[in-house]
């Protein structure tokens, strides 16, 4: 057990669908981030945010939609996906928005674009 | 801005025997560097930090890796490995000053027994 739970597991979608992946953490951490994770490419940092608010945006495509109601949830709203898309989507949380603080990673939703 | 380059992909070592991942990195202010493993379906978990002070590092699972100011580079080691340490390696590095955080592309260690 991690401390951070992400759901699903696994997710197969097609170009035209509308899915939600879903993060918690129950670690009491205030910053909560998203990575994507392609074969044989560094991690790619998507969004983080600190106590609820959005702090950073790589300039990710606008078919990826996150959003983080508590500081305990974050979740990512998918739609009209590309077979690029597929990957492993990864949350992780850190005490504060510090990224020397060392983040607790959940275990990812690997998510197939058919 | 910071970089990170694994020179290795894939390490295949057999069981007792020591290892050494390579990680070196570029960048033009102090940096705080990191490994993290992830065993297969799981996450990523920090093995190990270098903030400042002593250039060693120990961290879990009897893994250690030594900061290079002057070759730009901290490799992770360890003496004696088993099967349980098959995983993928991550190093990543960090300014003390910006918020940007760059991870390595990884290299898979294979334990053979």
């Known amino acids: 057990e991690t401390g951070v739970t992400q759901t699903p597991r696994h997710l197969v979608m097609g170009m035209t669908n509308k899915k939600s992946l879903k993060c918690e953490q129950h670690l009491g951490h205030n910053a909560m981030y998203w990575y994507k994770q392609s074969a044989k490419k560094p991690l790619e940092l998507m969004f983080v945010y600190s106590l609820e608010e959005r702090v950073e945006n790589n300039s990710v495509p606008s078919r990826f939609s996150p959003e983080c109601p508590n500081s305990s949830h974050l979740f990512l709203h998918l739609h009209t996906l590309q077979p690029e898309d597929s990957a492993l989507y990864l949350c992780?949380?850190?005490?504060?928005?510090?990224?020397?603080?060392?983040?607790?990673f959940g275990s990812g939703t690997r998510l197939t674009v058919v | 801005a910071q970089s990170v380059t694994q020179l290795d992909s894939q390490v295949p070592v057999f069981e007792e025997a020591p290892v050494e991942l390579r990680c070196n990195y570029s960048?033009?202010?102090?940096?705080?560097l990191f490994w993290y493993v992830q065993y297969p379906n799981q996450g990523l978990q920090l093995l190990l930090k270098?903030?400042?002070?002593?250039?060693l590092v120990k961290g879990i699972n009897g893994f250690e890796a030594e900061f290079n100011k002057s070759q730009t580079s901290f490799h992770l080691r360890k003496p004696s490995v088993h099967i349980r340490d098959t995983a993928e390696y991550f190093c990543a590095v960090s300014s003390n000053t910006g918020n940007q955080f760059y991870f390595g592309t990884g290299t898979s260690l294979t334990v053979i027994p």
């Open positions: 960048s033009s202010v102090s940096v705080y």
């Open positions: 270098y903030l400042s002070g002593s250039t």
């Open positions: 992780a949380s850190s005490q504060v928005a510090g990224f020397n603080y060392g983040y607790t």
